[in-house]
C-alpha cells in the first residue's frame, strides 16, 4: 500500500498551494484532482491579490438597485428564477451579514489573513520561480457617481485604521496611472498594496511543478473515493490507492457534493462569474486591472489579453452558461476603455465557492479526525490560497498558527 504523510484533494489555486506549503515543511504531499492543476475556478479570475480588503462584498443597500437586479437589467448581478429556492436562505444570511456592523467584524476577521495574503505568494513565487507574473501596481476602483464615492467614508476610515495604503484620486490622476480610460468616471481610488498576476493558470500551474520539485506527487483521481481504511485516509488514485493520516479538502466550489455523504453539510452558496478577454484598440493599454463599481465588472491585462470579468451569477454550479451580464455592462466597458474584437468566440465561466459571512472554512473537519478543510474563499481563491495553505501547514505540523484560526472554523456554523 502506497502511504504519504498528506493527501490534498483539488488543485485550484487553495489546494495547490496548500500542498505546496505542506512540503515546503518537509511532509511527503500527493495533490489529487480529476483534472491538471488550476483547470476549473482557478483558470479564470482577475488575478488580483487582493491584501487591501476592507469590507466584503454587501447587499445592495439602494432599492433601485435591487430592482434593477430583479428587473435582470443588473450589469453587475444575474439569477436564474429556478435556483431562486435555494439561493433565499443564502441571500437571507448574507443580507444579515451585510449590516454595517457586521461587516467591521469581518473586516477584523479577516485582517490577518489578507495582511499575509501577499508576502505568503511572495515566498511561493520566490521558490517556484513564478515572480515573473507578478506586478506590484496595485488596483484602481473607479466610481461614476458622487454618491457612490461618498459611501466609502467607512472604508477608508478603516483602512487608515488597519495601515492599508490608499490614494483617493480625481479622473486626472487617474489617468496619470492609466491614460487610456474614458472620460466617465468622477473619482478615483488607487490601492498600491494590492497586486496581480498576468496569468492565474500559470501560477497554480508553477506552484505544482514546484511541488513536483519538492518531491510531491500529482495524481489523477476522485475525491469521491475517499474513505477510512487500516486507521488511515485512503483514496483512489489512477496509480493506485494511497493512504495518508492527514487529508486537506480543497474542492472549492464541488466541495458539498464530497462532504454530504460524511455527513458535513456547510451552507456553502454559488455565485457564478464570466471572462472574456478583448483586444485593445491602437496602442490602448492597461497597466493594472481596474473596477468599475456601479458596474460591478473588473479590467485586468492579461498574457491573453484584456480580460474583462463580471460580477455574481446565482445559479446552479451544474446549469448551462447564460453569459448574459456582457450584453448589459459591453457599452459602458467600452466607454470606459478602447476595447476592440474578443480574443475568443465563447466566455469561460467559473463558480465563487461563497459562505455568507464571506469567510472561507479552514481547519479541522468535525468528527472526522485527520480531515482538513480548505474551501469557500469566495471573491478571494487567489488572494488567499497560500495564506491559507500557511495556516493550515502550521496547524496540521503543530506549530504555532500564523493567526488565530478559530473564525474561520466550520463550528460556527452550529451557533
Ligand atoms: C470571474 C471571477 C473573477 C475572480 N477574480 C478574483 C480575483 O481577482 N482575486 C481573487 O483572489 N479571487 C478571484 N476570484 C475567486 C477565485 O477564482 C476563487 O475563489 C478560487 O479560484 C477558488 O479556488 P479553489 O482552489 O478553492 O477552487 P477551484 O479552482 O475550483 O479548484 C477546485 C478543484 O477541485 C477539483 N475537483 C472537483 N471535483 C473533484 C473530484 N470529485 N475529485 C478530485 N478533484 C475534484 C477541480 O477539478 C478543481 O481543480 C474570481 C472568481 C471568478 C469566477
Same mark, same amino acid.
Given at each position: 500500500?502506497?502511504?504519504?504523510?498528506?493527501?490534498?484533494?483539488?488543485?485550484?489555486?487553495?489546494?495547490?498551494?496548500?500542498?505546496?506549503?505542506?512540503?515546503?515543511?518537509?511532509?511527503?504531499?500527493?495533490?489529487?484532482?480529476?483534472?491538471?492543476? /488550476?483547470?476549473?475556478?482557478?483558470? %479564470?479570475?482577475?488575478?488580483?491579490?487582493?491584501?487591501?480588503?476592507v469590507f466584503p462584498p454587501a447587499f445592495p443597500a439602494s432599492l433601485a438597485r435591487l430592482l434593477r437586479i430583479a428587473l435582470k437589467r443588473a450589469p453587475e448581478a444575474n439569477y436564474h428564477l429556478r435556483h431562486l429556492p435555494v439561493a433565499v436562505p443564502w441571500l437571507a444570511a448574507f443580507f444579515a451579514a451585510s449590516r454595517p456592523q457586521r461587516l467591521v467584524e469581518t473586516a477584523h476577521v479577516m485582517r490577518p489573513l489578507f495582511a499575509q495574503a501577499l508576502p505568503e505568494?511572495?515566498?511561493?513565487?520566490?521558490?517556484? %520561480?513564478?515572480? /515573473?507574473?507578478?506586478?506590484?501596481?496595485?488596483?484602481?476602483?473607479?466610481?461614476?457617481?458622487?454618491?457612490?464615492?461618498?459611501?466609502?467614508?467607512?472604508e477608508l476610515e478603516l483602512a487608515a485604521e488597519f495601515g492599508i495604503a490608499c490614494?483617493?484620486?480625481?479622473?486626472?490622476?487617474?489617468?496619470?496611472?492609466?491614460?487610456?480610460?474614458?472620460?466617465?468616471?468622477?473619482?478615483?481610488?488607487?490601492?498600491?498594496?494590492?497586486?496581480?498576476?498576468?496569468?492565474?493558470?500559470?501560477?497554480t500551474k508553477a506552484y505544482a511543478a514546484r511541488l513536483a520539485k519538492r518531491g510531491g506527487v500529482i495524481l489523477t483521481g476522485n475525491a469521491r473515493s475517499l474513505h477510512r481504511a487500516d486507521g488511515?485516509?485512503?483514496?483512489?488514485?489512477?496509480?493506485?490507492?494511497?493512504?495518508?493520516?492527514?487529508?486537506?479538502?480543497?474542492?472549492?466550489?464541488?466541495?458539498p457534493e464530497l462532504l454530504a455523504p460524511l455527513g458535513i453539510r456547510l451552507p456553502l452558496g454559488i455565485k457564478r462569474g464570466y471572462h472574456l478577454h478583448f483586444r485593445?484598440?491602437?496602442?490602448?493599454?492597461?497597466?493594472? $486591472?481596474?473596477?468599475d463599481i456601479e458596474n460591478g465588472y473588473c479590467l485586468a491585462p492579461m498574457e491573453q489579453g484584456i480580460r474583462l470579468t463580471t460580477g455574481a451569477e446565482f445559479a446552479a454550479r451544474?446549469?448551462? $452558461?447564460?453569459?448574459?451580464?456582457?450584453?448589459r455592462l459591453l457599452p459602458a466597458a467600452r466607454a470606459l476603455f478602447p476595447l476592440a474584437e474578443p480574443v475568443e468566440a465563447t466566455p469561460w465561466m467559473g463558480c465563487r465557492p461563497c459562505f455568507a459571512d464571506s469567510r472561507p472554512v479552514i481547519g479541522r473537519a468535525p468528527g472526522h479526525p485527520g480531515l482538513w478543510l480548505a474551501y469557500g474563499h469566495g471573491h478571494w481563491g487567489l488572494t488567499l490560497g497560500p495564506a491559507t495553505g500557511r495556516l493550515l501547514a502550521d496547524m496540521i505540523t503543530g506549530a504555532t498558527p500564523f493567526c488565530d484560526p478559530a473564525p474561520y472554523g466550520a463550528e460556527r456554523f452550529k451557533q
Amino acid at each position: 500500500m502506497a502511504r504519504t504523510d498528506a493527501i490534498v484533494l483539488g488543485a485550484g489555486i487553495v489546494g495547490t498551494s496548500t500542498a505546496l506549503q505542506l512540503a515546503r515543511r518537509g511532509l511527503g504531499v500527493a495533490l489529487v484532482d480529476l483534472r491538471p492543476p /488550476g483547470q476549473e475556478t482557478s483558470y %479564470g479570475n482577475a488575478g488580483i491579490i487582493e491584501g487591501n480588503t476592507v469590507f466584503p462584498p454587501a447587499f445592495p443597500a439602494s432599492l433601485a438597485r435591487l430592482l434593477r437586479i430583479a428587473l435582470k437589467r443588473a450589469p453587475e448581478a444575474n439569477y436564474h428564477l429556478r435556483h431562486l429556492p435555494v439561493a433565499v436562505p443564502w441571500l437571507a444570511a448574507f443580507f444579515a451579514a451585510s449590516r454595517p456592523q457586521r461587516l467591521v467584524e469581518t473586516a477584523h476577521v479577516m485582517r490577518p489573513l489578507f495582511a499575509q495574503a501577499l508576502p505568503e505568494h511572495e515566498a511561493l513565487m520566490a521558490d517556484a %520561480g513564478a515572480g /515573473g507574473y507578478l506586478r506590484r501596481d496595485g488596483w484602481l476602483k473607479l466610481y461614476r457617481s458622487d454618491a457612490a464615492f461618498a459611501a466609502l467614508g467607512s472604508e477608508l476610515e478603516l483602512a487608515a485604521e488597519f495601515g492599508i495604503a490608499c490614494r483617493p484620486l480625481d479622473p486626472d490622476g487617474a489617468r496619470a496611472l492609466e491614460p487610456h480610460l474614458g472620460q466617465v468616471f468622477r473619482h478615483a481610488v488607487h490601492w498600491p498594496g494590492a497586486a496581480s498576476v498576468s496569468n492565474p493558470l500559470a501560477v497554480t500551474k508553477a506552484y505544482a511543478a514546484r511541488l513536483a520539485k519538492r518531491g510531491g506527487v500529482i495524481l489523477t483521481g476522485n475525491a469521491r473515493s475517499l474513505h477510512r481504511a487500516d486507521g488511515h485516509w485512503r483514496i483512489e488514485t489512477a496509480e493506485g490507492p494511497l493512504d495518508a493520516p492527514e487529508v486537506v479538502l480543497a474542492l472549492g466550489p464541488f466541495a458539498p457534493e464530497l462532504l454530504a455523504p460524511l455527513g458535513i453539510r456547510l451552507p456553502l452558496g454559488i455565485k457564478r462569474g464570466y471572462h472574456l478577454h478583448f483586444r485593445a484598440r491602437g496602442n490602448a493599454a492597461l497597466t493594472r $486591472p481596474v473596477v468599475d463599481i456601479e458596474n460591478g465588472y473588473c479590467l485586468a491585462p492579461m498574457e491573453q489579453g484584456i480580460r474583462l470579468t463580471t460580477g455574481a451569477e446565482f445559479a446552479a454550479r451544474t446549469a448551462p $452558461p447564460t453569459p448574459v451580464q456582457f450584453g448589459r455592462l459591453l457599452p459602458a466597458a467600452r466607454a470606459l476603455f478602447p476595447l476592440a474584437e474578443p480574443v475568443e468566440a465563447t466566455p469561460w465561466m467559473g463558480c465563487r465557492p461563497c459562505f455568507a459571512d464571506s469567510r472561507p472554512v479552514i481547519g479541522r473537519a468535525p468528527g472526522h479526525p485527520g480531515l482538513w478543510l480548505a474551501y469557500g474563499h469566495g471573491h478571494w481563491g487567489l488572494t488567499l490560497g497560500p495564506a491559507t495553505g500557511r495556516l493550515l501547514a502550521d496547524m496540521i505540523t503543530g506549530a504555532t498558527p500564523f493567526c488565530d484560526p478559530a473564525p474561520y472554523g466550520a463550528e460556527r456554523f452550529k451557533q
